[in-house]
Nanobody, 123 residues
């Protein structure tokens, strides 16, 4: 119904930067929250950052001051700028979005996840 495709992951040295992108496509009537989560090996998936349609943001304490989430509502795209990366930021990063989708003669809510993109911080 609504698909999310992430890009921008990779290998970076400690202290480096990466920018993740996530584009939503499909029968999107309206988009509410968008965000990023991550899952490290052997750990549960955790919230990294979220942003509402109005631009309000929320960050995990571990990334405050280093990561910035933003969105382009016209493109249904959310970004995560990651600076001052640390080895403990190594994880698979997943994009999330929820909102309303249009269908034949009706609207329905959706919440979708991307396939994940690997971020590895290592020297």
């Amino acid at each position: 119904q609504v698909q999310l495709v992430e890009s921008g992951g990779g290998l970076v040295q400690p202290g480096g930067s990466l920018r993740l992108s996530c584009a939503a496509s499909g029968r999107i009537f309206s988009m509410n929250a968008m965000g990023w989560y991550r899952q490290a090996p052997g750990k549960e998936r955790e919230l990294v950052a979220t942003i509402t349609s109005g631009g309000s943001t929320n960050y995990a304490d571990s990334v405050k001051g280093r990561f910035t989430i933003s969105r382009d509502n016209a493109k249904n795209t959310v970004y995560l700028q990651m600076n001052s990366l640390k080895p403990e930021d190594t994880a698979v990063y997943y994009c999330y979005a929820d909102g309303t989708a249009s269908g034949p003669g009706r609207l329905s809510t959706f919440d979708s996840w991307g396939q994940g993109t690997q971020v590895t911080v290592s020297s």
